[in-house]
């Protein structure tokens, strides 16, 4: 990390998406939770004005619209869906997806199963 560099971290994001390899899961919207770090050096951290940091709701905003949007079997191609449109600001560096499915279809009983995975600018 640069000297100004932040990490702005978005936690516990709940979506409804369509993901899965299974055809039920096809057919409807299943609760997936989404932790998101944003590593970005900003000038917010001397200015103190909202123009130079990440506008972390215009983010949020953008996860939100590949939830709705898209759909996918695997939910590391929608990890690497979300990482791709958080890199559209050009201020960021770095974002970690963590994407965790909340009622895994499995026998078990265990309370999500989910994927991490780190993007980095060029």
Not at 22 to 40: C, G, K, M, W
């Amino acid at each position: 990390m640069a000297s100004g560099d932040i990490v702005i971290q978005l936690r516990d994001i709940r979506l409804a998406c369509i993901c899965g390899a299974l055809p039920e899961e096809q057919d409807r919207r299943q609760p997936y939770a989404f932790d998101v770090d944003i590593v970005a050096d900003v000038a917010a951290l001397e200015s103190d004005d909202l123009a130079d940091t990440i506008d972390y709701g215009a983010v949020l905003a953008r996860i939100e619209a590949v939830a709705r949007d898209e759909s996918f079997q695997l939910f590391e191609r929608m990890a690497q869906r979300v990482a791709e449109v958080v890199l559209t600001d050009e201020r960021i560096d770095e974002v970690t997806v963590e994407i965790r499915k909340l009622r895994p279809p499995v026998p078990q009983d265990v309370a999500s199963s989910g994927i991490r995975l780190t993007r980095r600018r060029g």
